[in-house]
């Protein structure tokens, strides 16, 4: 949409544009404009309940990397779950990068957990890489807490990816799971069930945390491979 691109051009900064193109190499450098985030949030508050904000959503694919972060701003902020998900699941073939994929956090999954739990394990089953990530983000962000079953560990195991951001995703995933549900975890990563990159990475991320302690790290150390 031209009147969003025109937006997104006056908040240009050339140089911010080369630093995110470093950040996401496997988008074109053209098509970065150089917009912040802060800048991104400030423009999805005063288009967001302005019509200009639908025609946008509707108006699938988008030529630069700021449309589709602005794009996914504005996914989170839809109050009404019917539309969120629609619009998520509309987005989701479009979405070819890490940044725009972590971006995208619904509000209103966390009071739909039993339909986001059944839409995870169609999203983690995707052949588009970005699809799996996000399921497997949505899993570790709604499904580590109380609502937590050991099974859960085993949608991650199952995935058959050897995309960089979607093994870097897994990992993340096992390391927040060590913090926060080790014992239904450890025997995951005593039981080698991870490809070698993914278990030593996993291991690398649970021991950068502080929620851990020094004896559980000590550990996971001797359990690289």
Request: glycine share 6%; proline share 4%; hydrophobic share 40%.
């Amino acid at each position: 949409m031209k009147e969003i691109i025109d937006i997104l051009r006056e908040h240009s900064d050339g140089g911010y544009a080369v630093f995110s193109a470093r950040l996401a190499p496997n988008v074109p450098a053209d098509r970065f404009i150089g917009v912040r985030v802060p800048e991104l949030r400030k423009i999805a508050r005063e288009i967001g309940s302005s019509d200009m904000c639908g025609g946008f959503l509707d108006e699938l694919p988008h030529t630069y990397y700021e449309e589709n972060m602005l794009h996914s701003i504005l996914l989170c902020g839809i109050k009404d779950h019917g539309e969120s998900i629609v619009r998520v699941e509309d987005f989701l073939p479009y979405v070819d990068n890490w940044a725009v994929c972590d971006t995208l956090r619904p509000r209103t999954f966390a009071h739909h957990k039993d339909e986001i739990l059944m839409k995870i394990g169609e999203w983690t089953s995707s052949d588009r890489p970005f699809t799996v990530r996000f399921g497997i983000e949505m899993l570790l962000e709604h499904f580590l807490g109380s609502d937590f079953r050991p099974e859960y560990n085993e949608i991650p195991a199952a995935v058959i990816c050897d995309d960089y951001y979607v093994r870097m995703m897994i990992a993340w995933y096992y390391a927040e799971a060590l913090i926060r549900q080790w014992d239904s975890t450890i025997g995951l990563i005593t039981g080698r069930r991870l490809d070698i990159w993914t278990h030593n990475k996993t291991i690398t991320k649970a021991c950068e945390s502080r929620r851990i302690t020094d004896e559980q790290k000590r550990y996971l150390v001797t359990l690289r491979a």
